[in-house]
């Protein structure tokens, strides 16, 4: 018998925007330093935005500007407050709390912070490499084909409901019998 999951993209799915950078200015702080570091950022994600680089090019270069060295308690810590933050919408209101099939949470956002904000859920998320107990740079980007691959390996090849905003879910959206595409907080 198959399951029948519902997956859900995060950022601009359940929350009506993206909450990496969110997360970054918690564990970083601000100051001329981070606005030096947030600038660098911007370039990057111009080039990403223009075909010049790659998601996971842009990941790590998030990864080293703001939370390279920073300790794995330290991260748990912000990941915690962030979360206090982060403000879900109407799709993570009357629709993700109300399915009653397995959920899953696919995201490229940190599971660090995916894991404090629903706890006990079913989140995969960006992983980080450490070193010493300190962030060292990208484990896991979870975006684009990583997503399926991710999945496959917990034995979904099928997915009952998609919930996602970005055509980066294409490989998700090819084993879905329902997608649902999200757009300033509403199905469109």
Known sequence: MKRSVAVFDFDKTLTDRDTLFGFYRTVAGGGPLFFLKRILLIVAGVLYKTGLTKNHTLKRIG????????????????????CEQIELNDIYLNHYRKTDCEKWIVSASPEIYLRHLFPGDHVAGTTFTYSDNKVMGLETNMFGEEKKKFLGEKGITHIHKLYTDSIADKSLMDISENVYVIHQGRII
């Open 63 to 82: 990864i080293y500007l703001f939370l390279k060295g920073i300790s794995r308690d330290e991260l748990e810590i912000a990941a915690r407050r962030y």
